[in-house]
C-alpha cells in the first residue's frame, strides 16, 4: 500500500522531495509557512544565490529538472582569491570546464521545483504555519499568518522545514532525538555589487567607465566565486545571471573586527575601505545593505535521530543544518531527498524500516559534510593564499594525475562525484596526511621526490569506489 505522505516546508529539499515522491505515484500534500513565492508580489525581493554542485545536479537531473535549471546558472570554474591590494588569482576546482560549479538563484530554484511539483501532482498549501502534532492521531495543526487554524490527518509526516523545524520540535516531545546546536560563533551579512548597468555613473570607479561602455554587465569575472580571505573572517561573492554578484561578508560575533564592533554605516565604509577596498567601488549600496538587511546566524546542528517510528521523518537543514563553507547544504539535502524517494518506493508498505534504514545510510555522510564545511571556513578564511596551502593544492593535482582512480583531491570527491560523503572525509584525512608529510620543509614541487610518494600512495590508498 502506498500511504498518503504530508510534506512540511516547500523549500529546496521539500519541493524536490514532493516532485520525487508525486512522480513515483506517492499522493503527495505539503504545508509551507511562507506565501507562494511564484505569485506578483514577491518577486522582485534581493537577490540570494547558491553554488549548485554535482550532487544537486543529480537530484535535478532525477526529477527531470535538469534542463529547466541550466540555462539560467551561471559557471564558477574556480575561486578568485582577492588580496588586501586587490590582486586577483583565479584557483581552477577542477581540470577543465567539465569539473565547475554553478551559481543558481535561490528563488528561481524553488519556483522551478515548486512548478514541477504540482506538474507531478503535488497539492501545496501555502501561508500554513505548522505549530504542533497530535501524535496519537497524526493530526497536524496548522496556522495561517490571519490567525486561522486548520486541522489536517496525515498518514507519514516529512520535515523539511529547515534549520529552525516545527516538526522536529514537535517530534521532540514525544521522543529524546538527541539534539545539539553547535553555534560557529560568526555570523554573515549579504550585500550587493549590482550589474554595471545599475551603478549610476557618478559612483562608478574609473576603470568601469570603459567597461560598461563595452555594454559589460559584470563588474568583476562572472565565471567565478570571488573570496577575500582575511584570517579570522572573509567575504565571498557569487555572480547573477543577470550580471549582479551577492556578496557574503563573515565575521566573528564578537571582537575586533565583529559584527558587534562595526555597526553603524560609518564603521562599514570604514570596515570595508581598510580590508576590501576593491570591491567598495562596486557596491553603491554597501551602507545601506549593511544598516538594512538581517544579520544571519551561523552553526552546525546534530541530531542521534532523525526518526519518529513509522510516523515522521526529518531530512534537510531540519536534520542537518551546517556551516555554509562548502557550499553542500543545499546539495546535502538534493542527496536525502534522492534516497529517500529510492527507499520509499521500494518499500512503500514499511515505513518505519525504511526510516531507519535512510537515518543509517545518510547519518554518517551528514556528520562528514558537517565536519568537512566546518574546516573549509579555516581553509577559505585563512588558508588559500599561503604558500604551504599552494603547494600542498599542486602536490594534491600532480597525485590526481599520477594515480587516476586512486587519487582524488577531497574537494573534487565532495563536489565533482556522488562518491559518500563518509568516504571523502576518510579519504581525505589519509591524503592530506601524507600530503603535509611530504611537504615539510619543501619550498616547490621540484623538491619532492614523487616516484619515493607513489608508493606510498599505493599503499595507503586502495582505488576510489565506483561511483554510484
Ligand atoms: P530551507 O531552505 O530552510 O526550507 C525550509 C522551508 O520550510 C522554508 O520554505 C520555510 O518557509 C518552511 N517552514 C519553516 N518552518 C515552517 C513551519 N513551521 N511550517 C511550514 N513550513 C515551514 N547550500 C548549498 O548547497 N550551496 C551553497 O552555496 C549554500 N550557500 C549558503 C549560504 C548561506 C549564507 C547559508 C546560510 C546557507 C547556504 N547553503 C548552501 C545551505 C542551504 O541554504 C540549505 O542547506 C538549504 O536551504 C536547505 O534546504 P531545506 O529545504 O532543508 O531548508
Ligand atoms: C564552494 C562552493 C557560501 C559558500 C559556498 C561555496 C563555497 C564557499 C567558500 C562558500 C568552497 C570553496 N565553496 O570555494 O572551496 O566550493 O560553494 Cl563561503
Redesign the pocket.
Known amino acids: 500500500m502506498r500511504p498518503p505522505i504530508t510534506i512540511?516546508?516547500?523549500?529546496?529539499?521539500?519541493?524536490l522531495l514532493a516532485t520525487l515522491l508525486a512522480q513515483r505515484g506517492f499522493a503527495v500534500t505539503v504545508?509551507?509557512?511562507?506565501p507562494d513565492p511564484r505569485k506578483a508580489g514577491f518577486l522582485g525581493g534581493r537577490s540570494i544565490?547558491?553554488?549548485?554542485?554535482e550532487r544537486?545536479w543529480h537530484g535535478l537531473r532525477v526529477a527531470g529538472m535538469q534542463e529547466r535549471m541550466r540555462p539560467i546558472a551561471v559557471m564558477m570554474r574556480g575561486r578568485m582569491v582577492h588580496d588586501v591590494n586587490g590582486q586577483t588569482n583565479l584557483q581552477r576546482y577542477g581540470r577543465d570546464d567539465s569539473e565547475v560549479i554553478w551559481s543558481v538563484n535561490?528563488g528561481a530554484l524553488?519556483t522551478n521545483l515548486l512548478d514541477a511539483a504540482e506538474a507531478a501532482g503535488t497539492i501545496i498549501h501555502f501561508d500554513?504555519?505548522?505549530?504542533s502534532v497530535d501524535w496519537n492521531h497524526s493530526i497536524l495543526h496548522?496556522r495561517s499568518e490571519d490567525g486561522t487554524v486548520r486541522e489536517h490527518r496525515a498518514g507519514v509526516v516529512l520535515g523539511?522545514?529547515?534549520?529552525?523545524?516545527?516538526?522536529r520540535n514537535a517530534m521532540a516531545r514525544v521522543v529524546d532525538l538527541g539534539e545539539r546546536f553547535e553555534p560557529l560563533g560568526h555570523g554573515?551579512k549579504?550585500l550587493e555589487i549590482p550589474a554595471l548597468t545599475d551603478i549610476p555613473q557618478a559612483s562608478l570607479a574609473p576603470g568601469l567607465h570603459e567597461k560598461r561602455a563595452r555594454g559589460e554587465r559584470f563588474a568583476m569575472e562572472p565565471n567565478a566565486l570571488h573570496i577575500w580571505p582575511r584570517g579570522n573572517y572573509m567575504c565571498i561573492a557569487?555572480p547573477n545571471a543577470e550580471g549582479s554578484f551577492t556578496v557574503?561578508l563573515f565575521l566573528p560575533n564578537e571582537g575586533t573586527p565583529s559584527l558587534s564592533s562595526v555597526k553603524t554605516a560609518s564603521d562599514a565604509r570604514a570596515f570595508f575601505e581598510r580590508d576590501f577596498a576593491d570591491i567598495v567601488p562596486l557596491m553603491p549600496g554597501l551602507e545601506a545593505d549593511y544598516v538594512g538587511n538581517p544579520t544571519?546566524l551561523?552553526g552546525t546542528l546534530y541530531l542521534d535521530r532523525w526518526h519518529l517510528d513509522h510516523r515522521a521523518l526529518l531530512?534537510?537543514?531540519?536534520s542537518h543544518?551546517?556551516v555554509?563553507f562548502h557550499?553542500?547544504?543545499?546539495?546535502?539535502?538534493f542527496e536525502d531527498a534522492v534516497e529517500l524517494a529510492e527507499l520509499i518506493a521500494a518499500t512503500p508498505d514499511d515505513t518505519a524500516s525504511v526510516f531507519a534504514e535512510f537515518e543509517r545510510r545518510r547519518k554518517p555522510n551528514a556528520d562528514a559534510i558537517a565536519a568537512m564545511a566546518l574546516e573549509n571556513y579555516v581553509e577559505m578564511r585563512d588558508r588559500v593564499d599561503d604558500a604551504d596551502y599552494l603547494l600542498m593544492r599542486e602536490l594534491d593535482r600532480a597525485l590526481a594525475a599520477r594515480h587516476p582512480g586512486r587519487w582524488a583531491p577531497r574537494y573534487w570527491m565532495v563536489t565533482f562525484s556522488r562518491i559518500p560523503y563518509r568516504t571523502a572525509f576518510e579519504r581525505g584525512a589519509i591524503q592530506s596526511k601524507l600530503l603535509r608529510e611530504l611537504i615539510a620543509g619543501k619550498s616547490t614541487l621540484a623538491d619532492i621526490n614523487l616516484d619515493a610518494a607513489d608508493a606510498r600512495v599505493r599503499l595507503i590508498l586502495s582505488p576510489v569506489p565506483a561511483d554510484t
Open positions: 512540511v516546508g516547500a523549500g529546496l529539499v521539500g519541493a504545508f509551507e509557512r511562507r544565490n547558491l553554488a549548485l554542485a544537486g535561490r524553488n500554513q504555519r505548522l505549530d496548522l523539511t522545514d529547515g534549520a529552525g523545524s516545527a516538526l554573515y549579504e557569487l557574503t544571519g551561523l531530512l534537510g537543514d531540519a543544518a551546517i555554509p557550499g553542500q547544504g543545499m546539495n546535502a539535502g
